[in-house]
Each structure stands twice: as structure tokens, then as C-alpha cells.
């Protein structure tokens, strides 16, 4: 608030008085109100809140002093500034208005211009305190959140250092001793194991003027290089860590640039930054020399669990306990058989396995219970990727592979894709380019005609995954090989869907280029059949974006690719429509546009030959509006192609003469998909 929004409260005894100074304060914008006798005021200041005060002396019942008193004793209200504007001019007076707690004393007959100048300076002040004042809780509430979080998560990694085997007891003498010298530390081993624990145990034990500050440089695979804002924010975050330390998770992961960066500031600010990183099971190649050296000076290796079993009974202890009393449960102890269990189990994700099984356990365990139990299904075998359990891989391709999989405390099932991290760096980076933009895309589309995203991220060490829907169904390419072509009116119905995913993607500016059969699912949602669902965004484009994540190569099916895909020429969401119509094209016939006995005559075809009709080919009597409208589809000029709003607007036409009815799909299903139209999920 300024100044001239203020509200001020005139008390005097003398209705001419109110009256004048009312006028030049309401010619300056204030807010002005009245008392005309001091018990008058303390009512109105017990009601009102008021930035300033203006008070004679002389009036009767309450003076101007016994009122000052009383204001400054009400707790909320003390710090009013109050001016008292008084024709007693003897020094006494003066000094005890001051004694009183009034920031001013101004007599009468007064200046106007004098006395609005000694108002705006003293509103000033009083502003600018209570803008200070409420910095100052912001800051004393941040510092306590700070030290609360501080606690917190210390509180969750002091129990990894727990237990009295050989191997926990090497790592604490190793922690004692770096703790008094300031070198650079490296740990090496399995993820999962306790590093970031070794990491605030050494800091804690320096005992430190400055901050913990941790930084996971597995973000910076993320993060494309044309969009590269935080790497600016790396250095600031290296300074924070003068006098404390600076714990760098996936070390490897940081680029050249940054890396640099990282070498200067340590040269510069040793050895005020120690440095505790985190490298893996093993030292890597791809460090700067010069920085490789600094930081392995100390090397620690980081035991797995299975390298210190003896401490699973008082880790099992220590998390059951933080767990009950995070979420309130009543849970005394971990059951003998469920102990007994844990014990023998292979922890093949370490402590940070052994803490999630406990933690899913307590919060799905009745409150009335005492003894925790921990069910088979959480040990049961499988590849686990963070709440994830990998059950049947059931897909791989050259960016990656998808399973099946279950959600560990939701047992919903769920498809995860994992990108490949095999083969050269450079192939690397591009598939995580891919993939990252494949999942931010498909996050971004609401149409439930696109398979939805539930989830995106990196689990422990370097795994990086995204998590989608599971669907129950068939894809168009296996709707046809292992049945027969559908007809026309089930064919609208179907492909009216795929033009309710492709409006929305189109936009939104992003082209899906790889449109064809084996993309596109067929599904039973709840209770609903024949529900289309697009799939695999992998090589997704965004239009206005100058990014190329496939290089000069030809991208997309032959069978099903746009001319203008093949001959390098500029593209639009036209090139979906293409592959959209030679799709139907399969629906309608189970034959592809064009055939051949290798690819470049494939591509040859789609970009010189016109396609046989769909007539000649279909075991249907097609309606001339969906045959002319697929062929429109065909056309080599992109112009003469319908956009997928002009096509769901056709097919609405078409389905109008010639419908699928939902008890026609449903028909179908129960006869054809006899599993799946009968299963029924229970909760």
C-alpha cells in the first residue's frame, strides 16, 4: 500500500478542526474518519484499523495523552503512528507526547502544506516497517521450513547408515575421516544403496557453516540444448554450497559445458565447496580428465544390502517405525514370518527397495493393527522400475522397450516403456530426445481417442521411463490378418475415432507421421466396444518447431507413408490424412495401397502411381461418399486431401445412412473376442 491509500483517523473536540483537516486530507486521496472526543477514538480504534492517527490534547472526559496511552497499549494496535496536533506549546508537553510513544508533534495554528509533508513521511515509514516486518516473517517461516526439511531428511537417510556389520562399519570410519579433512569425495557402487546418507553424514560431521545442496545431474538428459535454461541456474547452485557441500548425484550425466563450469568454480572456491558425488558402480570414461582427477582423490566404495544383511533386522526396525508414526498407524512390529521373509529375499533394489516395501505395507495395513505384514506379492519376482513392476516384455524396438506392468500399491495394470541405453552416445541422446518429447506430447493431448500418460521419469540411478494405459483389444493390423477386412459402416465408426485424435494433435500443431495399423488399438473400455485408441507417438513432430530428432533419414511405414515423407519435402498434418486413408484402404480390402517386392518400389508407388479403387478389391458394396472420401485421402497433392475435422464431418455424414450400432460391436466381440469381452476387472 502507498501512502495516499492510507486511512486516518482525525480526533479533535472542535467540529471546524475535523472539517479543515478532513478537506486537505481528502484532496491528498486519504481515507478519512472522525472522533470528536478521545472514548470516542478508542472505540472506533478497537473496530477499525487505521495507518495514522492525527490527535488533539485538550478535550473533555479523555484527553489527547490518556488516549495516546491506551492505544499504545492495545497489542494489535500500538504501533499506529499517532501526531499530535495540539495548541500546547510548552516544552513539557512536547516531551511527553514523545514519552507517550507519538512519532510528531505539530502545534497549532499548523502549515497545511508542512503538516501534509510530516503525514506522507511518517506513512512512509510506517509502511515501509511493516513491509520489513512481514519480510521478516517470511523469512524466520522459510528458515524454519528449511531447518523442518533439513530434519526431515535427515531423519529418512540417518537409518540407512544403521546396523553393526563389517561393511556399514567401514563406511562409517570412512565417514568420520573425510568428515575432518576437506578433500573431494567420490562413492561408487549399486544405486539405491544409501549414498545420498553418506553424502549429509559427511556434511553434518564437518560440522559446517553452510548448506547441503544436492543436485541430480540426471535432469540435464532432459533438457534439450536449444532449451537449456537451467543450466544457468548450475553455477548459482554450486555457489550456494560455499561452506557446505555440494552433493552431485549422477555426476556422469553432466554435460562437457557444465562440467567446465564445475572445474572452475571448484579451482577457484577450494576448498571451501567440498564436493561428495555419486558416479555409479564404477568410475566413468566421460568425465573431464582434469575433473576426473580432483574428485576421485577419496573413493568410498557404498555396499549393497546384500553386502551387509546382518543390518536387514535393524534397518526392518528403524523403517517400520518412521513409517507407523509418519501415517499414523498403530503398528508395534514387523511380524516373525514377514522378518523372517525380508531376511532371506534378494534386495535387488538395495535400501531404497527394502524402504518401499515397508512404506507400501504400513499404508495399506488396517489402523487397528499391531503387527505388520508384508504380502508375497510385494517380493514376487519381476524387474521392479519405481512403483512399477515389470512383468512381460511385450514390445522392443529400436528407442526402447515396453512391458507390462503393475502398479505396486495401486495393482493397476499399466504398459512401461524404458528407453534402449545400448549402442553409441550419440544414438543415446537422440532416442532420449525422442523419448522425452514422445511423453511430453502425449501428456499434453486429452482426446480419450490417445492413449493417456500416467506417469515420466527416472528411476534410481539412470533408468528412464514413462508409464501408459494398458489396453485391452487388438490393433487394426491384427483386427485383419487374424479375422477378415470390416464392413464400410463399422469402417466410418472406427475411423471417425482416429479423426477425433488427429483434430486435437493437428491443433496443437503436432503430427503424428507414423499413422498405420499396427498404431492404432482397438478396445474395450469399461463397457464400451470397439473404443479406438492411437498409439506410439515415437516419431512425433511438431510443426513449428525447428528441431530434427531423425536426421536426414526417411522416417515412418512404407506401406502407409505420405509422398512428400519419402521426397524430403515440407510437411503438415496432411501427411497423417495419407496414412490415415491407407489405413482405412487395409480396413476395407487387407490390402495395402500399393505393393512390392522391396521398399524404394513401395515409396516409388505412393509417390508416381494412382491406387486402384477400393471396389475392385472389397468383398463389400461400398457407399460411394466413404470410397471418394478415402481416395480424396490418397491424393499425391497435399491440398486435395481433407483435413481430419473435414473427415470426422464427412463420416458423421456417412454413419448417418449407414450406422454401427453399439450392440453391433458388442456382437461382434463376444463372438470374435470371446476373453476379453467377458472380462470383468473386480475392485
Known amino acids: 500500500m502507498v501512502p495516499g491509500n492510507a486511512h486516518i483517523l482525525i480526533v479533535d473536540d472542535v467540529a471546524k478542526n475535523i472539517q479543515l483537516l478532513g478537506t486537505i486530507l481528502r484532496n491528498q486521496k486519504y481515507k478519512v474518519s472522525f472522533a470528536q472526543s478521545g472514548k470516542n477514538a478508542l472505540e472506533l480504534v478497537k473496530k477499525n484499523y487505521f495507518h495514522l492517527i492525527l490527535l488533539d490534547v485538550m478535550m473533555p472526559e479523555l484527553n489527547g495523552f490518556d488516549t495516546c496511552k491506551a492505544i499504545k497499549e492495545m497489542p494489535e494496535k500500538k504501533d499506529i503512528p499517532i501526531i499530535f496536533l495540539t495548541a500546547k506549546t510548552e516544552k513539557e508537553e512536547v516531551v511527553k507526547g514523545f514519552e507517550l510513544g507519538a512519532v510528531d508533534y505539530v502545534t497549532k495554528p499548523f502549515n497545511s502544506e508542512e503538516l501534509l509533508s510530516r503525514v506522507h513521511a511518517h506513512l512512509t515509514i510506517f509502511f515501509q516497517h511493516q513491509t520489513i516486518e512481514r519480510q521478516k516473517e517470511l523469512l524466520t517461516k522459510e528458515l524454519d521450513i528449511t531447518k523442518t526439511l533439513f530434519r526431515d531428511a535427515c531423519y529418512k537417510t540417518d537409518g540407512e547408515l544403521l546396523g553393526n556389520s563389517n561393511a556399514i562399519k567401514t563406511v562409517r570410519e570412512a565417514i568420520n575421516k573425510f568428515a575432518q579433512e576437506s578433500h573431494h569425495v567420490l562413492l561408487l557402487g549399486e544405486p539405491g544403496c544409501g549414498e545420498e546418507a553418506i553424502a549429509r553424514a559427511i556434511h553434518k560431521l564437518s560440522k559446517p557453516t553452510g548448506a547441503f545442496i544436492h543436485v541430480n ?68 570414461t566421460n568425465l573431464h580428465p582434469d575433473l576426473n582427477e580432483l574428485l576421485s582423490k577419496q573413493v568410498l566404495h557404498v555396499p549393497t544390502l546384500m553386502e551387509r544383511r546382518d543390518d536387514i533386522p535393524a534397518l526392518l526396525e528403524y523403517y517400520v517405525d518412521m513409517f507407523f508414526r509418519q501415517k499414523g498407524k498403530n503398528i508395534k512390529r514387523l511380524c516373525e514370518t514377514s522378518q523372517s521373509k525380508l531376511h532371506r529375499y534378494s534386495w535387488p533394489g538395495n535400501i531404497e527397495e527394502l524402504k518401499n516395501i515397508i512404506e507400501r505395507s504400513v499404508a495399506f495395513t488396517p489402523v487397528e493393527t499391531s503387527d505388520l505384514i508384508v504380502n508375497d506379492e510385494q517380493l514376487a519376482p519381476g524387474r521392479r522400475v519405481d512403483q512399477y513392476r515389470l512383468l512381460e516384455k511385450i514390445g522392443e524396438g529400436g528407442m526402447g522397450e515396453v512391458w507390462r506392468a503393475k502398479h505396486h500399491a495401486l495393482a493397476r495394470p499399466v504398459v512401461v516403456k524404458l528407453i534402449n541405453q545400448s549402442g553409441k552416445k550419440e544414438d543415446f541422446d537422440i532416442n532420449l530426445k525422442r523419448f522425452q518429447l514422445e511423453a511430453e506430447i502425449i501428456s499434453q493431448l486429452e482426446s480419450p481417442h490417445t492413449v493417456t500418460l500416467y506417469e515420466y521419469g527416472i528411476y534410481q540411478e539412470n533408468t528412464i521411463f514413462y ?56 478396445c474395450k473400455v469399461a463397457l464400451q466396444f470397439d473404443f479406438v485408441k492411437i498409439i ?47 489405413t482405412a484402404y487395409w480396413l476395407l480390402t487387407g490390402r495395402y495401397v500399393f505393393a512390392a517386392d522391396n521398399v524404394m518400389a513401395i515409396i516409388e508407388k505412393h509417390i508416381t502411381a494412382a491406387p486402384v479403387p477400393i471396389s475392385e478389391y472389397s468383398i463389400f458394396d461400398i457407399p460411394h461418399e466413404l470410397d471418394a472420401l478415402i481416395m480424396n485421402c490418397l491424393q499425391k497433392q497435399t491440398k486435395r486431401r481433407p483435413s481430419a475435422r473435414e473427415m470426422w464431418q464427412e463420416l458423421d455424414k456417412i454413419q448417418k445412412k449407414y450406422s454401427w450400432s453399439a450392440q453391433d460391436a458388442q456382437s461382434w466381440w463376444e463372438e470374435n473376442l470371446p476373453d476379453i469381452a467377458s472380462y470383468k476387472d473386480t475392485i
Do not use: W
Not at 548 to 568: C, D, K, R, W, Y
Open 467 to 522: 508409464v501408459m494405459e494398458m489396453l485391452n483389444g487388438i490393433n487394426f493390423e491384427d483386427l485383419i490378418t487374424d479375422f477378415v477386412p470390416i464392413p464400410p459402416e463399422r469402417t466410418a465408426y472406427l475411423l471417425s475415432q482416429c479423426c477425433l485424435s488427429l483434430m486435437e494433435a493437428h491443433a496443437k500443431g503436432v503430427v503424428h507421421r507414423d499413422i498405420k495399423p499396427q498404431n492404432i488399438f482397438l
Open 536 to 582: 506410439d507417438f515415437g516419431i512425433v513432430k511438431r510443426l513449428h518447431s525447428n528441431i530434427n530428432l531423425t536426421g536426414e533419414h526417411i522416417v515412418g511405414s512404407p506401406f502407409f507413408m505420405a509422398p512428400e515423407m519419402a521426397t524430403g519435402e515440407k510437411i503438415d498434418d496432411k501427411v497423417d490424412m495419407y496414412s490415415l486413408g491407407c
Open 217 to 284: 545431474c540426471s535432469i540435464f538428459d532432459h533438457i534439450y540444448h536449444e532449451e537449456r535454461e537451467e543450466f544457468h541456474e548450475f553455477a548459482q547452485k554450486v555457489l550456494l554450497a560455499i561452506d557446505g557441500t555440494l552433493f552431485l548425484e549422477n555426476i556422469y550425466h553432466l554435460p562437457p559445458p557444465e562440467q567446465l563450469e564445475l572445474l572452475d568454480i571448484l579451482t577457484k572456491f577450494s576448498p571451501q565447496i567440498r564436493v561428495v558425488c555419486y558416479c555409479g558402480a564404477k568410475i566413468q
